[in-house]
């Protein structure tokens, strides 16, 4: 299967909470690159981290990348309703490979 | 960012005809293409790696007889759905990557959403 373990599958959460959402892979990458998408409409692309950094933030996220554990993560602070979305990890070693993503929802 | 262009953004043909989308990267050139396919509530599947003036590598379990991929230009990928079927009914939508862009964002198109009737 192409896809990587992402979990979890669905969250739900109350505004302003926070929501971490998880990606394992198997095979070595060059980056790690996390999308947000609504509705199966066109993908967002939110942060790229490389294989050689740890830590990454971009206003209300922050990126993990654990390359001894094939794993990363990716948190959102003080959660939207507009937030809720589906959230996808996609590996890139000669090509971009996608997760099975996380569906987030944020209830108001 | 650079921008993709993908058209078009939705399709609605008969059963038997062929359908076919246009990827164009309009402001870098793009040595390498991905088509991605994704079903309603899914993540999106790797279908081929376009690579200009050379043939598509396709993934596993992908016919290319099928889904044709033609990558003529350094500016210009088409994916050509050729006989579809209602189980073809997807969502479409390619990624576009600059020469020697291995370590930055992948750059997608609009998406096409194909409908077989």
């Known amino acids: 299967s192409q896809q990587g373990e992402e979990d979890p599958q669905a969250l739900s959460i109350q505004e302003g909470e926070n929501a971490t959402m998880n990606c394992s892979y198997k095979t070595s990458i060059n980056n790690l690159q996390w999308y947000r998408q609504n509705s199966g409409r066109g993908l967002v692309h939110l942060i790229l981290?490389?294989?050689?950094?740890r830590e990454k933030h971009s206003g209300r996220l922050r990126v993990t990348l654990d390359t001894s554990k094939k794993s990363s993560s990716l948190l959102i602070t003080a959660s939207r309703a507009a937030d809720t979305a589906s959230y996808f990890c996609?590996?890139?070693?000669?090509?971009?490979?996608f997760g099975a993503g996380t569906i987030l929802r944020v209830k108001s | 960012g650079a921008v993709v262009s993908q058209h078009p953004s939705w399709v609605i043909c008969k059963s038997g005809t062929s359908v076919k989308i246009e990827c164009r990267s309009l402001d870098f050139q793009a040595t390498t293409m991905f088509w991605y396919r994704q079903f309603p509530k899914q993540s999106l599947m790797l279908m081929a790696t376009?690579?200009?003036?050379?043939?598509?590598?396709?993934e596993q379990g992908v016919e290319k007889d099928k889904f044709l991929i033609n990558h003529a230009s350094l500016t210009l990928s088409t994916l050509t759905v050729t006989s579809a079927h209602p189980e073809d009914s997807s969502f479409y939508i390619c990624?576009?990557?600059?020469?020697?862009?291995?370590?930055?964002?992948?750059?997608f198109g609009q998406g096409t959403r194909l409908t077989v009737v």
């Open positions: 981290i490389r294989s050689n950094e």
């Open positions: 996609a590996r890139y070693g000669n090509k971009l490979v």
């Open positions: 376009s690579n200009e003036g050379s043939k598509a590598t396709y």
């Open positions: 990624s576009a990557r600059a020469e020697g862009a291995r370590n930055t964002e992948a750059f």
